[in-house]
């Protein structure tokens, strides 16, 4: 099992929280996102856990970390590489599957996760 790539990729994004962050950083018109701006979105999360979630997410190479230090406070902002947009098609089947055979829910059947604001 530990050479199992389904195995190996769920260790990477099934941690708590890492798919609500990739689908954070994914909404809206802004493909930039502060570390607060993250915390206010995923209002239980920890900054703790939002913190290594973001780390662990960098280090695999999903999630793309600017850092701004010529403003005082240091700035830092996260936004999704090239290998995590691509996995939120995987995230859009998610929400098919969801809608298809778990939840009834009309306005998400209706909404490009990209602008909703729920």
Same mark, same amino acid.
Request: contains cysteine; hydrophobic residues 30%; charged residues 35%.
């Given at each position: ?49 939002? /913190? ?26 996260? /936004?999704?590489?090239? /290998? ?35």
């Amino acid at each position: 099992m530990k050479d199992c790539t389904i195995y190996k990729t769920v260790d990477i994004v099934g941690k708590k929280w890492s798919l609500c962050i990739m689908h954070e950083l994914y909404k809206g018109e802004n493909r930039h996102k502060r570390f607060n701006e993250l915390k206010n979105k995923l209002q239980d999360v920890t900054p703790k856990t939002l /913190s290594t979630r973001l780390k662990e997410l960098e280090e695999h190479g999903l999630v793309d970390k600017k850092v701004d230090d010529s403003v005082f406070p240091i700035k830092s902002e996260y /936004s999704l590489t090239e /290998s995590g947009e691509e996995f939120l098609n995987i995230l859009q089947n998610i929400k098919k599957w969801g809608l298809k055979w778990q939840f009834d829910n009309p306005e998400c059947c209706g909404t490009n996760c990209k602008t909703c604001d729920l």
